[in-house]
Structure formats: C-alpha cells, structure tokens
C-alpha cells in the first residue's frame, strides 16, 4: 500500500474529520496523530528518526493509504516528493479561528512540560519538536499566525494546481469528492474533534 492522499494542513484545521471523510471515500486506513498516540511505541522513534534527518516514511505509513495532521504536516514536502502520484490536500481555516484552536488545545498542553505524564514523555517532546520545525520559534499569537499563514503560501506556490485541493470543512462533500473523483456520500460531512474531543483523546497518551 502507498500513500494517495497527503493533506499539508496544520493540526486544528478540520484534519480529523478530514481524516473521516478519506475513510469513507475508501482511501483508509489514514494516517493522524491519533494514530500516532495510540501506537507510540513503533511510531515515535519513527518519527524521531525523521526529525533527525533520517525519515523512513516506507516504515512510518506501512499499512496506511493516506495521512493527514501532524506530524505528516510538518514534512509536507519531503511526502510530496516521496509519494509523487499522491493527491495533496491543504486543510485550512480562518487563521484567528485556527489560533483559537490550537491554542486552547495543542499548545496548553505540549507546552505545558510540568503537565506530561512521565510515560508519555517522549511523545510530548518528540510533538514538541514537530511543531518547531512547523512554527520555528514562533510562540506568541502574531508569530504564530504568520508562521500559518507563511505555511500556506507556501503549499500554495510549491504544488501545481492541478494536484493541489484547498478544504475548509465547512465546504464538505462536493470539492473533495470532485478532486479525488469519488462519488458524493449521501451522508453529511463528518464533524469532530472538538476541543472537548480533543482532550478525550489526549488521555490516550497518558496510557502509553
């Protein structure tokens, strides 16, 4: 199995039900952070290995035939030019809005060491470094915004238009169905991962 679907879109812009949405057209298993949390042991030496220079995305998306979120965002580039027949996705939203997310989710807690329990350690540093290498040394919300903004300019201008698909959730079924050329379910777009979701899922970790 390769990969057909990459989406570059930060973590917070709908990636989850992105990630629902590629299922059920039939491009499962996909690729999230949650599956990152959830099979830790094998993927965060993985994955620090790719942060160190060494990626092995063969081993990192086995069994997987797309990937969406981080840490997949955060080598955008390098899975564009390894999965060359892959379809990319741009998950986005407003930037404030994203900022709001993000802020009230991933960042209080990746930046909250003192809060990590000790088993989940080195996911939370290996996260850590995935979003350094996404943000550089932004922290404060205007960095941080740019840094997003920055991001998508230059998905934008690296993929041709013809492989490249710009989703908000909120567009649902008809783009994403039209670019990947799949049938529109009769079933409503897929809508999760809200910020209480969120941290239902990061009690995952705390059982690594």
């Known amino acids: 199995m390769t990969l057909s679907v990459i989406s570059a879109g930060f973590g917070r812009t709908g990636t989850m039900s992105l990630k629902l949405a590629l299922e059920q057209l039939g491009f499962g298993p996909c690729h999230h952070m949650i599956e990152v949390i959830e099979n830790g042991e094998a993927q965060v030496p993985l994955w620090n290995a790719a942060l160190a220079g060494a990626p092995d995305f063969g081993a990192i998306y086995d069994g997987y035939n797309s990937a969406v979120d981080w840490p997949t965002a955060a080598f955008w580039q390098e899975t564009a030019e390894a999965y060359p027949d892959a379809k990319i996705i741009l998950s986005t939203r407003s930037p404030e809005s ?11 807690t990746v930046w909250a060491p003192e809060t990590w329990p000790p ?6 540093r290996m996260v850590t ?4 290498r996404s943000f550089g040394g932004a922290k404060d919300k205007d960095s941080l915004i740019a840094a997003f903004n920055a991001h998508e300019a230059e998905v ?3 993929i041709p238009a013809e492989r490249l698909l710009v989703h908000s959730a909120k567009d649902g079924w008809d783009p994403l169905c039209a670019f990947l050329g799949k049938p529109v379910p009769d079933t409503p777009y897929p ?7 969120f941290f239902q899922h990061m009690t995952k970790a705390d059982d690594m």
């Open 98 to 108: 994203w900022y709001s997310s993000i802020s009230e989710t991933i960042l209080a």
């Open 119 to 124: 088993q989940a350690t080195e996911w939370f």
């Open 129 to 132: 470094k995935v979003l350094e």
């Open 156 to 158: 934008k201008a690296t």
């Open 191 to 197: 809508r999760t991962n809200s910020k209480e979701e």
